[in-house]
């Protein structure tokens, strides 16, 4: 089993910038990772996913219409880390982050992070 802690939420205006650290204690590299959020009053909402490192070295990607040019994934599986590195931060992207790994049969989640976007 694997269990993810988040951190690197907090307070930031509008404008700025925040990078989300999700560490997990076992291995990640056969899982697919991401990030979502929940805002409040709002369903859980997928922000960012990144699969798994292909045999050409390269990985699959994809965002949220509502971050796509501002929010960037990333993965370290040597660390077991998982990233999300948060730029143009908007008020609308208010919410509690979520460390999300997942494999065929498996499907964990950490505590999750508040992040809270000032106008």
């Known amino acids: 089993q694997v269990q993810q802690v988040e951190s690197g939420g907090g307070l930031v205006q509008a404008g700025g910038s925040l990078r989300l650290s999700c560490a997990a204690s076992g291995s990640i590299s056969r899982f697919i990772v991401g990030w979502h959020r929940q805002a409040p009053g709002k369903q859980r909402e997928l922000v960012a996913v990144?699969?798994?490192?292909?045999?050409?070295?390269?990985?699959?990607?994809d965002y949220a219409d509502s971050v796509k040019g501002r929010f960037t994934i990333s993965r370290d599986d040597a660390k077991s880390r998982v990233y999300l590195q948060m730029s143009s931060l908007e008020p609308e992207d208010t919410a509690v982050y979520y460390c999300n790994v997942k494999g065929v049969y498996e499907d964990y989640w950490g505590q999750g992070t508040q992040v809270t976007v000032s106008s």
């Open positions: 990144l699969g798994r490192e292909g045999p050409g070295g390269g990985y699959t990607v």
